[in-house]
């Protein structure tokens, strides 16, 4: 069992910066995969970004594609999502996810992670 804990949320005026974080209550395995998901109010949750143990793996949604930047350090088991340029449509709560399975051409999809944080809220005000 692993317990995931984000961090980082907060309100921010658009074209600022956030840095999330993802702090794993257990070392993961090398094979596993982390990634971001979101759900913004009266919609579903979709994927952000996905990063695998190594870090040599790295996949973002189209909207995120050039503002957020995903890292790992395993040395403290955390996942990072360094969020820049923020607009309004980023407002969310955002929940850090781990799977066991390993990386894979469906890492964007819910249905892979075994594990969900639960969440912190993040604000974009225009």
């Known amino acids: 069992q692993v317990q995931l804990v984000e961090s980082g949320g907060g309100l921010v005026q658009a074209g600022g910066s956030l840095r999330l974080s993802c702090a794993a209550s257990r070392r993961m395995s090398g094979g596993t995969a982390t990634g971001w998901f979101r759900q913004a109010p009266g919609k579903e949750r979709e994927f952000v970004a996905a990063?695998?143990?190594?870090?040599?793996?790295?996949l973002y949604a189209d909207s995120v594609k050039g503002r957020f930047t995903i890292s790992r350090d395993n040395a403290k088991d955390t996942v990072n999502l360094q969020m820049n340029s923020l607009k309004p449509e980023d407002t969310a709560v955002y929940y850090c996810?781990?799977?066991?399975?390993?990386?894979?051409?469906?890492?964007?999809?819910?249905?892979?992670?075994?594990?969900w944080g639960q969440g912190t809220q993040v604000t974009v005000s225009s």
């Open positions: 996810a781990a799977e066991t399975s390993g990386w894979s051409r469906f890492i964007n999809r819910q249905s892979q992670y075994d594990y």
């Open positions: 990063i695998n143990w190594s870090g040599t793996n790295k």
